[in-house]
């Protein structure tokens, strides 16, 4: 196995390219030709020069070393048994084949699971376009979900299977950034809390995630975090309710906060409650997204 710690044994700090330096390094066709080819070559896979040269769409040797050697080192790692991509290699061909910057992916007035939380109808229309999912209401035209998602999750798949693959991503998104744990760069995540930037939203603050070294923010809601902490799950399971069984769009308290009070600000606390058989599951959440307080009591009378 490769030692990858070896990629740049021969590119000293004062050398390495600055990040405008780095992305101009692709910015030609048979550059990212010779990047995809390493990359369908398999993850750690060297290619001989013959090989790599005969899989690239280029006539002119010349040409062709020229681009080569400027993706050595930075993307392409030069060994005595060919050539492969560096970790930074690897990235930019995962996101090009993921669609991120070419792909134009769309699916429009599809049906998606779930009722509308603001009027209960079962009617939600769903629609993939500009890289963003939304749900809407067909009986009272509210807009449930206004979400961006990488095109590669909609690629090849039916609605269906799309809207099952997005409620997947949206979760282990969340519970990556919330673990610390950038989804995009993997570099350490800032909790916080933001009013919305969309008045459409049903919701007064969001609680975000920043990560400190691709400025990536990923945003939910303080009642969507309640609804996936395992203590809520447990209330909800012990009891039958229906809420586990919908869709997190389809439940009130996960989008937005009428089921929600904010206690005090200073220090921050945000509560979300959840009614079942007769019983109110509340969690307490801190400034620092960290559930303080979660407990069950009976429904007080009205």
């Known amino acids: 196995m490769t030692d990858r710690r070896e990629e740049f044994d021969s590119y000293p700090d004062a050398d390495r390219p600055d990040a405008a330096e780095a992305f101009s390094l692709l910015g030609d066709s048979l550059r990212l030709d010779i990047v995809r080819v390493l990359w369908e070559a398999g993850r750690g896979n060297a290619v001989p020069f013959s090989e790599l040269y005969d899989r690239v769409e280029v006539d002119d040797t010349g040409q062709f070393n020229y681009h080569r050697q ?33 792909e134009d992916t769309e699916m429009e007035d599809f049906d998606v699971r779930g009722t509308c939380y603001d009027c209960g109808a079962a009617d939600l229309r ?34 269906l299977e799309f809207v099952d693959a997005y409620e997947l991503w949206a979760r282990t998104r969340v519970e990556q950034a919330k673990g610390g ?9 800032e909790p916080g809390r933001s009013r919305p930037i969309r008045d459409t939203l049903d919701i007064d603050v969001q609680a975000v995630f920043d990560c400190a070294v691709c400025d990536r923010r990923v945003v939910s809601y303080f009642g969507t975090l309640a609804l996936w902490h395992d ?24 989008v937005t ?10 220090p921050f606390r945000y509560r979300v409650a959840f009614r079942a058989d007769g019983d109110v599951c509340t969690v307490e959440f801190d400034g620092d997204l ?12 009205d």
């Open 70 to 102: 400027q993706l050595v080192p930075h993307y392409v790692r030069k060994s005595e048994d060919g050539y492969r991509l560096t970790q930074a290699g690897e990235r930019i061909a995962r996101a090009v084949n993921a669609g991120l910057y070419t």
């Open 126 to 159: 769903g629609e993939y376009v500009g890289g963003r999912f939304r749900i809407d209401c067909r009986e009272c035209d509210n807009r449930v979900l206004n979400v961006g998602v990488p095109p590669s999750a909609a690629r090849g798949r039916e609605p």
């Open 181 to 189: 744990l950038c989804p995009v760069c993997s570099g350490p995540m």
């Open 231 to 254: 203590d809520v799950e447990s209330f909800l399971r012990e009891r039958e309710s229906a809420l586990l069984k919908r869709p997190y769009w389809a439940v009130e308290q996960a």
């Open 257 to 266: 906060d009428r089921h929600a009070t904010l206690v005090s600000e200073d």
């Open 290 to 301: 960290d559930v303080v307080d979660c407990s069950v009591d009976p429904v007080a009378d």
